[in-house]
């Protein structure tokens, strides 16, 4: 699939991986499909919840930034991100932008990037980790199952665009 922009109010891309954990401060597993719950975030995830980090989303081109010296075998949960992307710039999206996934699945954009808390494991390797700055959070507006391989949808508000990676 390659990025594509259908017009200054849309751009579609896809997920690549989901993953979850039912612990803090790890790397999350990747897994095959998931529920998202409205309100509530991804069934069985420790970071679900009545908040406004539900679901947190990095681009897998951010990922790849990070490959580099011992990082080579990074791969999508690695910075304990639920949905790793491809084809959307994240970092670019604003808060409250509405993001579509599969046939059923909507999400609300609430932050951009978080304060790094206790520097994880990639930060003390290289020095760098890309969560802070290019991670993306998110609530659910509305529920749906979700597997890799789904479309994601970004709908801009008329007076923004946003643009494929």
Do not use: Y
Request: proline letters at 4%; charged letters at 25%; hydrophobic letters at 40%.
């Amino acid at each position: 699939m390659e990025p594509t922009t259908s017009n200054k109010e849309e751009s579609i891309g896809k997920i690549v991986a989901i993953s979850v954990s039912k612990k803090k401060g790890i790397p999350k597993t990747n897994v095959s499909s998931a529920q998202l719950i409205e309100d509530f975030g991804i069934e069985g995830d420790i970071h679900a919840g009545k908040w406004h980090r539900q679901i947190s989303l990095l681009a897998m081109e951010s990922i790849e930034k990070m490959k580099i010296g011992s990082l080579k075998n990074l791969r999508p949960g690695a910075f304990a991100e639920n949905l790793t992307t491809e084809f959307i710039n994240l970092p670019a999206i604003a808060v409250g932008t509405k993001i579509k996934i599969g046939s059923e699945a909507e999400l609300e954009i609430t932050q951009i990037g978080k304060e790094c808390h206790d520097k994880c494991a990639i930060f003390f390797k290289v020095g760098d980790c890309v969560m802070p700055k290019e991670g993306v959070f998110a609530k659910v507006i509305k529920g749906g199952t979700i597997v890799p391989g789904d479309s994601i949808v970004v709908h801009a508000f008329p007076s923004e665009q946003i643009t494929a990676a």
